[in-house]
C-alpha cells in the first residue's frame, strides 16, 4: 500500500467527470492495489471519505469510511465501504444543512444542501452489488464522495458563501449549532 498525493482545488483533474469501471478492469490485482492506496490515503489524511480522482486517478470509486475520528466526532460510524460506479437517487424532497469540508479544499467549511434519503446502487470492491438505502449524515457523506466522481467539490454547492468558514472558526463559532441540528437528524432518520 502506498499513500498517494491529494489534488487540490484548482487542480484540473477535480473537474473530470471520471470514467466507470469494468467488472474486469476491478478483478485486476493493479486496480486492487490502488482501492487499497485509496484506503490508506484516506486513513493518513483523516478524511471521511475519498474519491479515486482525488488522487489523480479519474475512475469511477470512493471509498467511505467514519471511525473514530477527531475531525468528526459528530458523525456516526459507517464501516468502511468502497463503491464502485455508484448511482444516487434521492428518496423524496427532503433535504438538510451539512457543514461540508474537503480534503482537496484544505482549511474550508460550508453549509451545502443534500438530500436525506438515497438509494444506492454500486459494486464493492470485489464486484458484488451494493443495492441498499442510506439516510442522514451518511447519505450526505455518499453525496460529497460521488460528487467528486462527476467533476464537483462541495464548493460548487455551497447554497451561501457568507457560511464559507475555516476549520477555527467552525469550531469557535458554527460547530455547536450544527451539532445540535445533525443529532437530531440522526436520532430522527439514523446514521
Known amino acids: 500500500m502506498a499513500i498517494r498525493k491529494i489534488a ?9 467527470v471520471a470514467r466507470p469501471v469494468t467488472r474486469e478492469e476491478l478483478a485486476t ?3 486492487q492495489r490502488f482501492i487499497d492506496d485509496l484506503i490508506e490515503t484516506m486513513h493518513d489524511a483523516d478524511g471521511a471519505g475519498l474519491a479515486a480522482i482525488q488522487i489523480y486517478e479519474p475512475v469511477q470509486i470512493c471509498a467511505i469510511e467514519v471511525r473514530d475520528n477527531p475531525r468528526y466526532p459528530y458523525k456516526p460510524p459507517i464501516p468502511l465501504t468502497v463503491l464502485v460506479n455508484p448511482v444516487l437517487t434521492p428518496l ?4 438538510f444543512d451539512n457543514y461540508e469540508g474537503c480534503l482537496s479544499v484544505p482549511n474550508l467549511r460550508g453549509v451545502v444542501k443534500r438530500h436525506v434519503h438515497l438509494h444506492v446502487h454500486a459494486w464493492d470492491r470485489h464486484g458484488n452489488v451494493i443495492d441498499e438505502d442510506v439516510a442522514g449524515l451518511k447519505a450526505g457523506t455518499y453525496q460529497h464522495e460521488v460528487d ?6 462541495f464548493l460548487d454547492r455551497v447554497t451561501d458563501p457568507t457560511t464559507l468558514t475555516t476549520w477555527t472558526e467552525f ?3 458554527h460547530k455547536a449549532a450544527f451539532v445540535a441540528r445533525v443529532t437530531a437528524l440522526v436520532a430522527r432518520v439514523g446514521s
Do not use: C, I
Open 8 to 16: 487540490q482545488v484548482g487542480h484540473p483533474v477535480l473537474r473530470q
Open 29 to 31: 490485482p493493479s486496480m
Open 92 to 95: 423524496g424532497d427532503e433535504q
Open 148 to 153: 467528486h466522481l462527476l467533476g464537483k467539490v
Open 171 to 173: 469550531e469557535r463559532h
